[in-house]
């Protein structure tokens, strides 16, 4: 392969990854393919050197998931992947994200893998940062939606307090200079009332969807704390799984989307009439769990329908003696009457 092609083959992004292992095996096919016509082309083991491993299949088990990695190995795999500081950084959250098996734990490493990889593209200019500057974050959301809760005061020792400590000071003062000095909120001259000056997020569709997702990860991750700190009454939390069609599942989304307009435009109708008093989050969300099954395996199955479907029902014994008992009583009955 000469240094033109070998220039061509672009090696796996760790950025579009969310599964390491996936990451893994790309890497080792890319390293087999750039060094195929060398005198020694790349191998599991040659990683395990570059690593400092002794196995020399080490690699292969961890991508086959018949191994998990260690903190150690993750720097080791690192060292071997060529990856830069903030690179590894992104590796172990990813690693943690993947081997994590508690929902609750593989949501903080969701959490902490999204912020390094925005910060990398506002670092590297993929992001702008004055769109970014536009996203406002959980604390500025609520902060701006507690203009219409009954009592509040503007400074950051009250706000604090009424959002429970979940906020530091340092944000809370940055998202309330930021509502302030970007025009979403001002301060009546008169009253000096906090209101509302225009609508955020404004012009959403400019908005880059990996920052919208970022707020939105955030306000979920809050409802998954309220989950464990709040009391049932407090609360309401629900779940519902089911098998939808396309059209189905298309449906449903229309239907959420409605619900979610009509609660929005009855909460604004009546906070003319008055104040709330506490503010809630509703998240709502729809998602698929499974995929579609193959082709091969739909028919299978309903052929299997089919052939059970046509087969003679065999009873039990124990079924049997059941529906003759059934009988005996029913004319034991009517003999009585």
Same mark, same amino acid.
């Given at each position: ?18 599964? %390491? ?20 082309? %790349? ?50 959250? !990813? ?13 903080? %490493? ?52 009424? @959002? ?7 944000? #809370? ?11 979403? #909120? ?24 990996? !920052? ?11 409802? =998954? ?14 779940? @519902? ?62 052929? =299997? ?33």
């Amino acid at each position: 392969m000469s240094a033109l092609d070998k220039n061509s083959i672009l090696p796996p992004a760790l950025s579009d990854y969310l599964d %390491y292992r996936l990451f893994l095996q790309d890497f080792y096919h890319y390293k087999k393919e750039l060094t195929k016509n060398d005198l020694r082309p %790349y191998s599991y083991q040659l990683f395990s050197a570059a690593a400092n491993i002794k196995s020399p299949n080490y690699l292969k088990m961890i991508i086959e998931g018949q191994r998990n990695l260690s903190d150690d190995m993750i720097l080791k795999f690192a060292k071997a992947l060529s990856l830069n500081k903030e690179q590894i950084e992104e590796f172990l959250h !990813l690693v943690k994200l993947n081997q994590a098996e508690d929902t609750t734990e593989r949501n903080v %490493y969701l959490k902490k893998l999204s912020e390094v990889r925005i910060n990398q593209k506002l670092k590297s200019g993929e992001i702008d940062r004055r769109i970014w500057e536009k996203i406002p974050n959980w604390v500025a959301w609520v902060i701006y939606a507690m203009i219409d809760q009954e009592g509040v005061v503007f400074d950051v020792h009250s706000l604090k307090a009424l @959002l429970r400590n979940k906020a530091s000071d340092q944000e #809370i003062e940055s998202a309330l200079n930021s509502l302030i000095s970007s025009g979403e #909120i001002r301060k009546d001259p008169i009253t000096g009332e906090m209101k509302r000056a225009h609508n955020l997020m404004d012009s959403a569709e400019e908005i880059p969807v990996a !920052l919208v997702r970022k707020l939105q990860m955030q306000l979920m991750y809050i409802g =998954l704390e309220s989950l464990y700190q709040e009391a049932p009454q407090e609360r309401e939390f629900g779940t @519902l799984t089911l098998s939808l069609t396309k059209e189905e599942f298309e449906e449903t989304k229309f239907k959420l989307r409605q619900l979610r307009k009509s609660l929005n435009k009855d909460n604004a109708i009546a906070r003319k009439e008055k104040k709330g008093e506490r503010i809630y989050q509703i998240n709502i969300q729809l998602f698929p769990v499974t995929d579609v099954a193959k082709s091969e395996a739909l028919t299978a199955g309903k052929m =299997l329908n089919a052939d059970l479907a046509a087969a003679p029902v065999k009873k039990s014994v124990q079924d049997l003696a059941e529906e003759a008992m059934k009988a005996a009583n029913l004319f034991e009955t009517e003999g009585q009457l």
